[in-house]
């Protein structure tokens, strides 16, 4: 283009067939020509369709009458010093036309020198981006707000908090980050259906918004979990804190109004809040996301409907979990788990049985008591490989303990998690286990807890029968601190209650404890149940439950729990 033969400034010009202008006239760009002194001198068809000039309008103007007033001085300057040291610019411009539309437009002006190297003009193609535009602004939205609740999403949020973090190096002022979880939801939405809970979500996003001031940000996260970035609070963290506090109850109290769900159905929402201060760069987004997280955990933690702010010590703690989980990760293949025996011993005091204890060892460290790391493993699920290791381990100890005659008759208890239980192959790992190790299934007990029975019953009962049938017993342990009701005890197969060990404490002392324990030996004498106490430490304990019918014992004053071998060696002596 650089080498293009300006026409004369005539109107008539511009249809010439035939001509280099016909051809610009086909194409879809508009194409614009202007002498040195940026007077334009010949327009195409697309141009006038564009902007709304027509040639007789236009010839003789300068770009000029086409600014929108958007882009700065600094801006043209930059274009035209690209035009002068490289001859050529191309960029997004916002132009007005002539009805007065603001549109932008992709520009590209090159400059035309004559074989001296003179300037002879210019030429300018640009094109409507507009619908471009649109589409990219789509693309903007979906990609940084919530489709639902119209929210800033996950993405902007984190972006809009960098940015804070940053601000916030300069005014020195603390922010806050509150992560905000709707309670049960998930129940309203299973029971009322997504419709209406896409409705709750909807309302409760126009409460945050209006919850907030314009300077801070309310987003969605996913799923019912909401966020609220608020900047500019007090320097003084103490300050801060209040503020950001006063903030996280004033939506607590306006997410509690009735929202009008269904026909004559309000729902009253609550919600539970994590809140973490922050100011300038000192944390990363990850981080501040992270300890906001480990608040909203605490506050779900202390019975949700309730704000809670991150502190070190909450740190601290999930560092250690952390550490014990990614030790608990090996500790299997690294052979790190232990079993204790604890003998159990009838009412003449003769030994009848033990209990296996397990315990983690960790190299080099203090021996890991079971309160510890089950939990860890329960929530982890790694309790589903461990617990088969201790199913295992005490098959083979049944075996050894078959082939002597004094210990054949002796019964291995193991307990058995709630989430090892309800693998769906827990029955085929039991009958596996007994088949591989030829042991005779009554000598194993699988000690289950209450709280095992309280959900999907049906399952439950099923797996215990089959257990049963293969001739596994079932002790129900720490009976008494659950909600086991008799009529609901005598669907299960058990064999055995065993009292928890916080009744047999105090029996000798504590007249309700006592009355407890009678009526829990009581009951297993009526449904036929042998009733064994755990935790017996003295004589006076003894005594008490010998006296009313406690036939069978566990506890200090027997032995405590000694690892295998060395219960084993006892055994021999
Ligand atoms: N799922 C699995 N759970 C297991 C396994 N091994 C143990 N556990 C459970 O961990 C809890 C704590 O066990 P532990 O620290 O071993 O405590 C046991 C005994 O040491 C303790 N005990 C026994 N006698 C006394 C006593 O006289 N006084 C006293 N203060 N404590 C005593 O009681 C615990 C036995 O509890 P229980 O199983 O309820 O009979 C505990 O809940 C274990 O169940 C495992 O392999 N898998």
């Keep these: 283009m650089s080498n293009f ?5 005539s109107a008539d010009d511009s249809v010439a067939p035939g001509s280099q202008h016909a051809i610009l006239n086909q194409i879809g760009a508009a194409v614009m020509l202007t002498d040195p002194a940026e007077r334009i001198l010949w327009i195409n068809e697309a141009f006038s369709r564009l902007t709304g000039y027509q040639t007789e309008e236009i010839i003789g103007r300068t770009p000029k009458i086409l600014a929108s007033g958007r882009q700065s001085p600094i801006f043209y300057s930059r274009m035209w010093q690209a035009l002068d040291s490289a001859g050529h610019w191309e960029g997004e411009i916002w132009n007005r036309r002539k009805n007065g539309e603001i549109y932008p437009e992709w520009l590209i002006i090159r400059r035309c020198n004559d074989a001296t190297g003179g300037i002879t003009g210019y030429v300018a193609t640009f094109s409507d981006i507009s619908k471009l535009k649109h589409a990219e602004s789509e693309v903007q939205h979906l990609a940084f707000y919530d489709p639902l609740t119209a929210l800033p999403n996950r993405r902007l949020l984190r972006d809009r908090l960098a940015q804070a973090c940053a601000a916030g190096k300069r005014s020195n002022g603390h922010g806050a980050l509150l992560i905000i979880d709707i309670d049960n939801f998930k129940i309203l939405n299973d029971t009322l259906g997504h419709d209406i809970g896409d409705h709750l979500l909807i309302e409760i996003a126009c409460r945050l918004r ?4 314009q300077c801070d940000t309310a987003a969605r996260q996913g799923g019912d979990e909401f966020a609220v970035m608020l900047e500019d609070l007090d320097p003084h963290p103490q300050s801060a804190a209040v503020s950001a ?3 996280a109850e004033k939506i607590r109290e306006v997410l509690s109004h009735p929202v009008p769900l269904t026909e004559g159905h309000e729902h009253y929402c609550t919600a539970s809040i994590g809140v973490t201060l922050f100011r300038g760069g000192e944390k990363s987004v990850d981080t501040l996301l992270k300890q906001a997280d480990i608040a909203l955990y605490k506050a779900k933690e202390a019975g949700r409907n309730a704000t809670r702010f991150f502190d070190q010590a909450m740190q601290t703690t999930l560092d250690h979990r952390a550490g014990l989980e990614a030790g608990l990760r090996h500790a299997l293949a690294r052979e790190e788990f232990v079993l204790y025996a604890q003998p159990q011993v009838n009412a ?3 030994l009848i049985g033990a209990e296996l204890l397990l315990r983690w060892q960790p190299p080099g460290q203090a021996l890991v008591l079971p309160n510890d790391f089950i939990p860890l493993a329960e929530e982890s699920g790694l309790i589903v490989p461990i617990g088969l290791w201790v199913l295992h381990s005490a098959c083979a100890t049944l075996r050894r303990w078959a082939a002597d005659p004094r210990r054949a008759g002796l019964a291995l208890a193991v307990n058995v998690s709630a989430r090892q239980f309800r693998q769906p192959d827990f029955v085929e790992q039991v009958a596996s286990a007994l088949s591989y ?4 299934p009554q000598r194993l007990k699988l000690e289950l807890t209450e709280s095992l ?3 999907k019953v049906d399952e439950v009962v099923a797996k215990m029968r089959a257990l049963h049938a293969l001739g596994v017993c079932f ?5 008494g601190t659950g909600y086991a009701s008799l009529a609901y005890l005598k669907r299960f197969p058990f064999e055995q209650l065993k009292i928890d060990r916080s009744f047999i404490r105090d029996i000798a002392s504590d007249p309700d404890d006592a009355a407890i324990v009678r009526a829990i030996v009581a009951m297993g004498d009526a449904l036929r149940l042998d009733v064994v106490a755990e935790g ?10 010998t006296e009313h019918g406690c036939r069978a014992f566990q506890g200090y004053l027997f032995g405590r729990p000694v690892p295998l071998a060395e219960f084993e060696t006892r055994l021999e002596s």
């Design 437 to 440: 190790f030829s042991i005779a």
């Design 453 to 455: 029975l309280l959900d």
């Design 210 to 213: 209006q919850s907030i001031r």
């Design 245 to 247: 506090e006063t903030i």
């Design 348 to 350: 003449e005091g003769a």
């Design 536 to 545: 017996v430490e003295n004589d006076a304990q003894y005594a008490y439950l």
């Design 475 to 479: 002790s129900l342990d720490d009976f």
């Design 5 to 9: 033969e300006f026409p004369e400034a």
